[in-house]
Nanobody
Framework: QVQLVESGGGLVQPGGSLRLSCAASGNIVGANLMGWFRQVPGKQREPVAMLVGSEAPKYSESAKGRFTIARDNAKNTVSLQMDSLKPEDTAVYYC?????????WGQGTQVTVSS
């Protein structure tokens, strides 16, 4: 069974940067999809950045130009580099992997952008 653990969240000022990392137990190199979602209270969980097969990374409109998703097959991880952070980026960020037609979620890591 695949388990995902996020790290790297925290408190940052507007304009700052954070790098989130998702460490996987179980090999996710062959996953069909992998990436990041985020959720704030009272709203639906929304995709932020995704890797789909060998296609170019896909980003939400708000993430384009500021966030970068990457995978490290050797370390079996997926990262999200977040630059130029804004208060509206405040949310719990979740790692997501679709493997063998089954979804796997991390427990989430809190990102708070505030002065």
């Amino acid at each position: 069974q695949v388990q995902l653990v996020e790290s790297g969240g925290g408190l940052v000022q507007p304009g700052g940067s954070l790098r989130l990392s998702c460490a996987a137990s179980g090999n996710i190199v062959g996953a069909n999809l992998m990436g990041w979602f985020r959720q704030v209270p009272g709203k639906q969980r929304e995709p932020v950045a995704m890797l789909v097969g060998s296609e170019a990374p896909k980003y939400s409109e708000s993430a384009k130009g500021r966030f970068t998703i990457a995978r490290d097959n050797a370390k079996n991880t997926v990262s999200l580099q977040m630059d130029s952070l804004k208060p509206e980026d405040t949310a719990v960020y979740y790692c997501y992997v679709l493997l063998s037609e089954r979804p796997f979620w991390g427990q989430g890591t809190q990102v708070t952008v505030s002065s």
